[in-house]
């Protein structure tokens, strides 16, 4: 028998005797170690699961969890007694509008897949602000304050605890959630471009108005700008809105804020098939309805 | 050549072979999967919160580097709800919120939601005064014979748990946060914080011994063998029955360390009106000084002391950033002794108004309690904004009366005013 035969005899008998040892190791698989035990859930969880996570794919975290939150910020839970109300009142400002205009899934299409409620204030290290909410990654959207918020103040300024406030944050979160869905037209940045600051919270609300910003913190950048204008808008009647605008002194800021305007509302029926302003009265009346 | 080489890869291939089936047998170190021995440790200390059925009462230090402890009994449930009393505040009612035993490091106790006990020490200590810098998250240390340890790593902070020795949580826990509020019906009647009592042991006295209660600092002062004053602030918390020093410490050179333990007890016997310590009866806290109430030093003019206390505006005064000088008239209602009347002096300008923008601005007395409010709500200040959320409180244990009430003015920070009688 030639060399090379008998190298290949060698091989062909070893290679499954390899495998048969190696087969021997098959058992070594057990059952999964993930706990598949249901948790203890109260009312308040049966109800966010049947309102929220069944029908729209989105949960509620109210229950404080280190990893929810930086750990550099003093957070705490909220009353479980004001989880309802807030979940309700996205219900009602957030959900049924979008629903009713832009169609019944919408929001079960596009919606942050959680929101976390927080009871406290969330302040910003180094200077005297605070945050109301922020959104991440088109996924998460989280509140802070619910503690302190009261439903009988319906107070559009700079009231903490007006029931305005979430509600202005909800709008300007998903406004972000939005965007990161379909990215605002480049040019909308260009609108105002000299008057983005990130020390936006050292002017005034009139600087900000006089430049062609509808809020102070629209000046942070040209995506905080374009959402303040979506929620500034979205908070109150159309009538409201114009007469803000209408009051600003310059005519060339009026002109600024309309040309925001025009594209806000085509950005939403170009891309969502959505009549902003058909959205704008419904929220703005859900606004007014909440006040206790 | 050819022939070694096909020799030598053949003996490689065998080898590899091999060796690659050897790495996959594995030893077990441990009889239980990792999630199991997770899940065993996250059920220790469950097993331990439910382990006493009328609860516990703690004594909590938010914070490594302050002495100030507070007293919460809590109860825990099956259904991970944890009821809650605390001496934190006047607000002393039980309180339902979540809790749950959740796996960081280790297992930790994890306060959910608001329980308006605890979750009062939770606030920024950059956000404004009072803020404790607290957390929500307890990692589980240690079970010594019952006491419960858990530590806070963020604040350095320490929850002692110990089992409440009630017979029904409910309302033991709640008469017990409202005694040691006040510092105790064994210290009914007493102004127990404001003045020294000194310390005896064997009938000398070997020091001094005083309580803050706004501060909730105890402090030990004696002279030294070599005539050096030493003065140590301590961590001690106010029990049904007395006082205990939290950590060994010394008094003077007798260690609290007694009989084996590390936490010296006084009890305070009624009769003698005494602190006795359980461990060595002839160490005894006494001679209390009292701090008479007189309605009468309350009466004057004060001058007025006020600026931002926290943030970008931190030590901002209104007075100099309007170009303004501030007096106030202080004086009890002659028809109404529980309401104090404030007025701006004559001459001065504006500087308080109450939640009505009308004058006088009234703090109500509890005349049982001595505490103050606000009758109208927060008042507004220098005619600029009202101070919300105020606290207000008073010393009259000085030699001059003073009014201090803080709380965040308009969004511009936190806000202080002193009023000190002249």
Redesign the interface.
Known sequence: MK?KNI?KL??AL?LPL?FF??DR?TD?L?ES???IEPP?R?MLDIWLLDNFVKPYNIDIR?????SDND?A????????S?VRPFAELLQKVWIEPYNAVGGENFIANIAPREFVFS???N?N?G??TITLGFAEAGARITLFNL?FIDFTILDFD?N?ISYVNPIKTVQHEYGHILNQNVRVDINYGLITKNGYTGQWFDFSLDVARSLGFITRYARNNENDDFVEMVSEMLIRPRADYDAIINDIPSIDAQALLRQKEAMVVEYYITNFNIDFYALQELTSQAVIDLQQ | MN?TL?KHS?VA??LV??W??GV???ENLFDE????RI?NIKNELRTLLLSQPEGFSSIYYPNKAVKAGYNIHMKFNQ??SVEMTSDIDAETAVTI??Y?V?F?HTAEL?????N?HQ?KL??????GPG?K?????FEYHSNNNGIITLLDV?SDGILELRPSGFVNFTTESVASSDFTLVAGPVLEGTNFEEDSRNIFLDGDVIGQFSYDSATRVATIAYTDASGGEQIEEVRMYITTTGITFFDPTSINGTATSINGTDLLVFTYNEASEQYIADDNSNLIIDDLVLCPFDASAINGAYNVSEMFVG???GGLQLGSFFGESYQVDIAFDPADPSRILVTNSPGFNNFIIDGNQSTPTVFLLDLATLELSYEAGGPRIALFRFLSGASLSFDICSDLVSFTSNG?L????FYEFIFTKQ
Request: with cysteine.
């Open positions: 060399i190298f060698t091989v070893i390899m040892s190696c190791n070594s057990t170690q993930i706990s203890i109260s109210y229950k404080f969890n280190e750990v910020r003093f957070l705490h839970g909220p009353f479980e004001n009871g406290g204030f302040w290290p200077n005297p503690d700079n903490l | 022939k096909k053949i291939f065998i072979g091999f690659s089936c996959d047998e594995t999967s990792p999630s199991e899940e259904d991970l919120s979540a749950d959740l960081g994890v306060f959910q939601t608001n308006a979750t939770v606030r920024d200590p950059n956000g803020s810098g607290g957390s929500n998250t963020r943030g970008t505006n965040l308009g969004q511009f920070g």
